[in-house]
């Protein structure tokens, strides 16, 4: 089969998607599949553009909307492919002819509708208004947790629900922390809010004798001396400071996107690395829960004081087993991915599926 993988790429995406962007191609390229890698992002974005997926991808570099536009209407002259897997973003009219030309699978993160309304704005409202095109095109979507699957059930296409996956050999189970004093740390990307950085505050000042470390924000105002900021890392330069912690720290306010479960890949990496984790919705991976994630209440974080503090105690100086965590590696989950996409090629009766 041969694949193309387009995604726009911004600043703000974060290198998490970079790897995970990167994983489901060397996956799919080991099961013998052909995959091309075409990225749209601004001018403006080249120089934080991971170098991982410059030397990966083709890249379509756009000063503007108008540009954008342009790039868009004669991008189906680029997409040689048995089948487009598409990374979901704002709708553009040269979508109309790339997807209708080359089966076309959508990648569902997130609830845009409420994620891209957070604030008010001209986008929040351009995608309540088109992004109804990009769905009817669509041969079929995959989304990440089965909330937002059942989000895509009024459009009538094919859905399978994979979860974040991560390769589990290139992460190695790290030494317990051997630091008499609990610590823990957060990796995200600034101007998220669902990240519940807030949150994170509230934890420190109620637990002043614990050392909390957040890696991908500068300094913030208003946090107590027991919480250190370390700014942007590479997965070298953080991976010292993940070992010398106790707890993870996953998404703690996703609510904020009208959401209640997810599959966040910092904690798919956190896991990885043997961590577990404190996190604020049910995770697609674990429906019934996991003795190495404590779900907490983060709209009244004083309800889940006590659990935290049990989690932590319990947790001090452990990691999590490998075999626990086995089916989130990216070998399982792209396995399944394929397959969904060879459905998608060719129903039961040997038809193609084609966007109505």
């Known amino acids: 089969m041969k694949i193309a993988y387009l995604v726009y790429w911004t600043s703000a995406t974060g290198r998490g998607v970079a790897k995970k962007i990167l994983g489901q191609i060397g996956a799919w390229e080991e099961h013998g599949h052909s995959v091309e890698l075409i990225v749209l992002a601004k001018e403006n974005d080249r120089q934080s553009a991971p170098p991982e997926l410059l030397n990966k991808g083709t890249f379509f570099w756009t000063k503007g909307v108008v540009d954008r536009l342009a ?8 997409v040689q492919a048995d089948l487009l897997y598409f990374r979901y973003d704002l709708y553009m009219p040269g979508m109309e002819k790339v997807f209708r030309k080359v089966p076309t699978v959508v990648e569902i993160n997130t609830n845009d509708v409420r ?24 041969a079929g979507f995959v989304a990440v947790t089965g909330e937002l699957g059942e989000m895509l059930s009024p459009f009538g296409k094919p859905v399978a629900v994979i ?30 809010p669902w990240h519940g950085l807030d949150v994170i505050r509230r934890l420190a000042d109620i637990f002043p004798s614990w050392q909390f470390h957040i890696v991908g924000y500068d300094r913030q105002p208003g946090f107590p001396v027991n919480v250190s900021f370390h700014g942007y890392l590479s997965e070298e330069q953080y991976r010292p400071i993940l070992a010398q912690m106790d707890v993870a720290l996953g998404t703690l306010a996703l609510e904020r996107k009208e959401m209640c479960e997810g599959a966040p890949l910092k904690v798919r990496e956190y896991l990885a690395y043997g961590l577990p984790a404190i996190i604020g919705h049910k995770d697609t991976d674990f429906p019934e ?15 889940s ?33 394929l397959e969904f996409f060879t459905k998608i090629l060719t129903n039961e009766k040997g038809e193609s599926y084609a966007p109505k």
């Open 71 to 78: 790039t868009w209407w004669r991008l189906d002259r680029f």
């Open 289 to 303: 829960g996991a003795d190495f994630l404590l779900r907490i209440q983060s709209v009244d974080i004083s309800q």
């Open 163 to 192: 979860a974040n996956g991560i390769d589990l050999r290139q992460f190695p189970i790290l030494p317990p922390n051997e630091s008499p004093v609990p610590s823990l740390v957060f990796l995200g990307t600034p101007h998220q």
């Open 305 to 337: 004081i006590p659990q935290i503090k049990a989690f932590v105690e319990r947790w001090k100086g452990k990691r999590v087993p490998r075999e626990l965590v086995a089916h989130l590696d990216w070998r399982v989950k792209e396995g399944k991915r």
């Open 115 to 138: 994620e891209f309304c957070l604030k008010p704005s001209l986008r929040c409202w351009y995608n309540r208004l088109f992004r109804y095109r990009i769905m009817k095109l669509a």
